[in-house]
C-alpha cells in the first residue's frame, strides 16, 4: 500500500525537470526569468492539487497564469493611480 | 493472592510464568498451565484433518470454532483451532501448516501474535494490573481488581536499579574482548562499584548484588547492544556463565539467536537491535527505547497497560507495534481472527477517482515574511478524532453492508458502515484517555503529579499519531489505504470549511498545515481568536485548542528560492513570552548542542521583543551571542562534545562509495572493530572539512584531549545557523555578512561591537 500518485508538490518538480531542455535553448539572460516563472507556479500547489486534473501541466500552468493575472492586475492598478490628476 | 502483574514470559511447554509483585515488596513466581491457539481457516472442511493428524506431535487439541475470518466479513465461519503444546513454537508450527497444501489452501490466523500478548488478551488481563489469582489445579484463576480506563491508577513501589560498565580499552572504542575494569550498580540506598582484579569474580559478584538488590527494573544505556552482551560472552570465556543469573529465574543469560534488525520508516533507516530479556526483573535500555525517551516511566506504564505489552516489550516496541497490539486485543474482543498474512487489498478506482483520492491533508502555503498579531489555532487530535468520530476503518469504508449510509467521505462520496470498526473501537481509549489527561494535567496543582498526567498522554498522543500511519501501512493487520484515504479527505474538508468561517469573519489566513491555522485581523484581541475558535467548533464539529497570539511570527522562505515558502519552518514568540519553534536548526535532531545553544539564545532575546520593530532593535545584542559562540570556537573553548553532528547510516558501512563527512567518521569506527548496521546513528566531529581522507572527522566515541576540532568550518556552520533567525528580521544578516562580521572583530575586545554592527 502506500501512495500511487505523486504529490502535485513532487510531480510539479518533475514537470518542471522536463521543460529542462527548453530551457537549455534559451539566451542565458532568459534562463533565469523561465526558472522563476516555473517557481511561481509552486505558490498555489495546494489550489493546483485540490484541481484534480489529469495532467499536471494544466494546474502547474493555471498557477502561472494566475500569478501573472494578479500581477497585470496591480500594476495596472498602479499604473492607473499614477496616471490619476 | 493480591498484586500487580511485572513480568510474564513462556517458559517450559505449556507453560506461562507470570511474576506477581506483592504488597510486601516481594516478587513471586506464578505458573499457569497455558498454551497459545493458531486459527485455520479453509474453504473445504475436509481439509482440516491434514493438520490436525500430521501435526499431532505438536498440538495439544483441535476443536471447530465459528469465528470472523476476514475484517470485513459480517458473520462468523467455521475454522479449526489448534492448540499448541508449546508457546515457542508457534511461529514454526504455523510455517509447517501452511506447507501441507498449495498457496492459499491454509489460511493462518493468530500465528504471530507473541503468547505473552495473546494470554493477557484471553484473560483480560494488562501489565502492572493490580489483581487477585487463585491456583486451580495447574491452572491460575484472575480476578481484575483494575480498570485501564482508570487515570489514577496506583503503581506498585518498583525497586530500580541502574547498572554501567566500564571497560579497560585496549583500543579507542570498547571491544567485546577487553577487560572488564568495574561494575556500577545505582539505586535508591547508594552506588557499589565492583573492580574485583579477577573476571570471574567481579561477574560473581555482580550477580550477587544484583540477587541483593532485588530490582525489579534494570536500566541500562546501550543494554541490548553492548553491555549484556558483553557481560555474557565474558562470563561464558571465564567459565562462570552458569551461575551469572540476573534475573529472578535462574534461566542462564543468553545471547539472542536473532542479529538485530534495519527497517526503513518515513523516509529514513532505523536500527532495531535485538533484546535481552532478564526474566522476572524488567531490563530497559534507555537508548533503544522510544516512548521511556520521550514519556519516562510513566509513559511507559500507560503504553504497557493500554497496550496490553509486557513491560519488556513495550519499552523496546515501535509505537506503531504498541499500537497494533491495542487493536489486536480489541480484535479478539469480537471473534475477530488476526491474519498472520494480512491479503486485504486496496479496492480498484478508476484513474479520476483515484486522481481525487490519493491526495494528503491540507496545506494553505505560508505567506512569507514576519507578522504581529497572528493567532494560532489546532485541532486537537484531529486524525484520530475522525477515525474514531467517522468510524474509518479498513472495513468500514465503502463496506458492502451499508450502501446509503448517511455517513460518506467527503469529495469521493463512499460510504462508512453503521457498525462500528476495529480501529474506531480501538482508537476510542487513546482519545478519551488522552483528553482527560490533558485535563487532569491543567487543573492540578501538584507538580509531580502534573508530570504524570503529562506523561501518560505524551505516550497517549504518539499513539494517537500512528494511528493514521498504520491505516495505510501495508504490514498492519487491520489497514487498508482507503481508509487512510478517507482521513485525508475529511482533514481537507475540515481545513477549508475552518479557513472559509475565519474569512468570513473578517480573518486573514496566513498559513494553514493540516489541523493548524495561523490567522490575523487588524486590532483583534484574544477575546476575537476565542470567538472564532467556537464558531470554527460549531462549523466542523471537531474541537480545537487556541495556541495563543504571537507578539510576532516569521515564515520562512526556501533556502534555494528566497521567493518561495516553505512548510513547517517558522518560529515566533507568542504573548506570554513562549518560543515557538518549527524547522530551523535548534529543532533538528542533527544538529550540535552549541548549535542548537546559540540558536536558542538568539531566539530568546528576540522573543524579549513585543514587535518586530523591536526585534530588529534587539539585532546587535544578537549579533553579541553569535561572536560570543564563534570566539570560544576560535579558541577552542567549545568542547568537542557539543559539537557532534549525528547521522544515521542509510546502508551498511561497506556500501558507501565517497568519502562524506559522515564516512570518514564510519570508517574509524570499522577500522577500531565497532560492527555498525544501516539505520544506526554516527556522531562525529568535524577535524578537517577540506581534507581528503578519512581524517576530515573523528567519531565522538574518539575524541581525546589531542582532538582538535576544524573551528574555521564550525564558525562558517554557525553563522548560517544565526543567519537562519536573523535574516529574517534584517537582510544584512546572511551567513555571508556575519561571517564578514565576525572577521572584521575578530581582534577587537567584544564590549567594543557595537560599532560594527549592522
Redesign the interface.
Known amino acids: 500500500m502506500g501512495r500511487t500518485v505523486p504529490s502535485f508538490r513532487i510531480a510539479e518538480a518533475q514537470e518542471a525537470a522536463e521543460w529542462r531542455s527548453f530551457k537549455k535553448a534559451l539566451p542565458k539572460e532568459d534562463k533565469a526569468a523561465f526558472d522563476e516563472m516555473l517557481s511561481s507556479a509552486r505558490l498555489y500547489v495546494s489550489a493546483s492539487s485540490a484541481a484534480v486534473r489529469t495532467s499536471r501541466f494544466e494546474g502547474m500552468v493555471m498557477a502561472i497564469i494566475f500569478h501573472h493575472y494578479k500581477i497585470l492586475t496591480r500594476t495596472a492598478a498602479a499604473v492607473r493611480r499614477e496616471a490619476a490628476p | 493472592m493480591r498484586g500487580w502483574i511485572l513480568d510474564l514470559y513462556p517458559d517450559g511447554p505449556g507453560e506461562m510464568v507470570v511474576w506477581l509483585k506483592q504488597d510486601d515488596g516481594e516478587a513471586v513466581r506464578l505458573v499457569d498451565s497455558w498454551s497459545p491457539s493458531i486459527f485455520i481457516g479453509t474453504d473445504n472442511r475436509s481439509n482440516f484433518t491434514v493438520p490436525t493428524y500430521t501435526l499431532c506431535d505438536e498440538l495439544a487439541w483441535t476443536r471447530l470454532v465459528q469465528r470472523r475470518e476476514r475484517v470485513t466479513d459480517n458473520t462468523a465461519a467455521e475454522v479449526l483451532e489448534v492448540k499448541l503444546r508449546d508457546a515457542k513454537r508457534i511461529q514454526q508450527v504455523a510455517s509447517r501448516i501452511e506447507r501441507l497444501g498449495p498457496f492459499g489452501m491454509f489460511r493462518l490466523y493468530n500465528a504471530d501474535v507473541p503468547p505473552a500478548q495473546s494470554y493477557l488478551y484471553e484473560k483480560d488481563l494488562f501489565p502492572l494490573a493490580r489483581c487477585e489469582v487463585e491456583r486451580r489445579g495447574d491452572t491460575l484463576e484472575w480476578t481484575l481488581e483494575d480498570d485501564v480506563w482508570t487515570y489514577d491508577y496506583p503503581i506498585p513501589p518498583l525497586r530500580k536499579v541502574e547498572l554501567k560498565v566500564e571497560v579497560a580499552k585496549s583500543g579507542k572504542l570498547p571491544r567485546l574482548t577487553d577487560r572488564i575494569e568495574s561494575v556500577v550498580l545505582t539505586n535508591a540506598e547508594g552506588t557499589t562499584i565492583i573492580d574485583d582484579r579477577n573476571e570471574a569474580d567481579t561477574l560473581l559478584a555482580l550477580a550477587r548484588a544484583v540477587r541483593e538488590a532485588d530490582p525489579d527494573l534494570i536500566l541500562t544505556n546501550d543494554g541490548d547492544t553492548f553491555l549484556f552482551p558483553y557481560l555474557i560472552r565474558k562470563a561464558k570465556a571465564v567459565g562462570v556463565i552458569a551461575d551469572f543469573i540476573l534475573g529472578r529465574d535462574d534461566a542462564v543469560m543468553k545471547l539472542p539467536l536473532r542479529a538485530g534488525t534495519s527497517y526503513f520508516s518515513y523516509g529514513q533507516i532505523h536500527y532495531k537491535p535485538s533484546a535481552i530479556k532478564l526474566r522476572g526483573r524488567v531490563h530497559i535500555d534507555t537508548n533503544s527505547s522510544l516512548v521511556y525517551s520521550e514519556a519516562g516511566f510513566e509513559g511507559l506504564f500507560e503504553l504497557s497497560r493500554t497496550c496490553r505489552m509486557p513491560l519488556h516489550t513495550a519499552s523496546r516496541a515501535s509505537i506503531g507495534r504498541a499500537l497494533s497490539s491495542l487493536q489486536l486485543y480489541y480484535a479478539s474482543k469480537i471473534g475477530l481472527l488476526i491474519p498472520w498474512k494480512p491479503t486485504l487489498a ?1 479496492r480498484l478506482k478508476d ?2 477517482e ?3 483520492a ?3 491533508g ?4 505560508p505567506r512569507v515574511g514576519i507578522y504581529e498579531g497572528v493567532g494560532e489555532l489546532d485541532f486537537s487530535a484531529l486524525y484520530p478524532n475522525i477515525m474514531y468520530r467517522k468510524n474509518i476503518s479498513a472495513e468500514t469504508v465503502r463496506c458492502a453492508c451499508c450502501p446509503d449510509s448517511n455517513n460518506r467521505v467527503p469529495e469521493l462520496g463512499w460510504n462508512v458502515c453503521r457498525k462500528k470498526g476495529v480501529v474506531p473501537l480501538a482508537i476510542e481509549v487513546i482519545v478519551k484517555k488522552r483528553l482527560r489527561y490533558k485535563e487532569l494535567r491543567d487543573a492540578e496543582a501538584d507538580k509531580g503529579v502534573r508530570e504524570r498526567y503529562n506523561a501518560r498522554q505524551a505516550a497517549l498522543k504518539w499513539l494517537g499519531v500512528t494511528t493514521f500511519g498504520y491505516l ?3 504490514n498492519a493487520k487491520f ?3 482507503d481508509a ?1 484515504i478517507a482521513v485525508c479527505a475529511w482533514d ?1 474538508k475540515i481545513l477549508i470549511d475552518a479557513a472559509r468561517i475565519a474569512e468570513n469573519k473578517g480573518f486573514e489566513v496566513i498559513h494553514g498545515i493540516i489541523d493548524s491555522l495561523w490567522v490575523r485581523k487588524g486590532g483583534a484581541e484574544e477575546v476575537d481568536f476565542l470567538g472564532l475558535k467556537e464558531a470554527i467548533e460549531t462549523g466542523t464539529g471537531f474541537a480545537t485548542s487556541f495556541e495563543g497570539v504571537y507578539k510576532w511570527v516569521a515564515f520562512l522562505p526556501s533556502k534555494v ?1 528566497a ?3 516553505v512548510l513547517n519552518r517558522y518560529f515566533g514568540a507568542y504573548r506570554n513570552g513562549d518560543l515557538k519553534v518549527r524547522g530551523v536548526e535548534a529543532r533538528r535532531h542533527d544538529t550540535p548542542e552549541a548549535f542548537r545553544e546559540c540558536q536558542m539564545g538568539v531566539l530568546k532575546v528576540l522573543a524579549r521583543a513585543d514587535s518586530v520593530a523591536e526585534a530588529k532593535a534587539s539585532i546587535p545584542k544578537c549579533i553579541k551571542i553569535f561572536l560570543g559562540y564563534a570566539r570560544a570556537l576560535e579558541r577552542h573553548e567549545t568542547p568537542a562534545s557539543d559539537l557532534a553532528f549525528t547521522s544515521n547510516l542509510s546502508k551498511a558501512p561497506g556500501e558507501y562509495t565517497t568519502m562524506t563527512v559522515q564516512q570518514a567518521a564510519r570508517k574509524q569506527l570499522v577500522a577500531e572493530g565497532a560492527s555498525l548496521h544501516a539505520g544506526e546513528g554516527v556522531r562525529y566531529v568535524i577535524t578537517d572539512y577540506k581534507g581528503k581522507d578519512s581524517k576530515r572527522t573523528i567519531p565522538l566515541d574518539m575524541v581525546d584531549d589531542q582532538t582538535r576540532y576544524d573551528a574555521g568550518r564550525y564558525i562558517r556552520l554557525l553563522a548560517e545557523t544565526c543567519s537562519s533567525v536573523l535574516e529574517p528580521f534584517d537582510g544584512r544578516c546572511t551567513s555571508e555578512g556575519l561571517m564578514s562580521l565576525y572577521e572584521r572583530d575578530m581582534s577587537l575586545p567584544l564590549t567594543n561591537l557595537s560599532a560594527s554592527q549592522p
Open positions: 486496496e484513474r479520476s483515484l486522481l481525487t490519493d491526495r494528503g491540507f496545506i494553505f502555503e495505510g501501512f501495508s489497514g487498508r489505504i487512510h481537507r528560492d521567493g518561495l515558502p
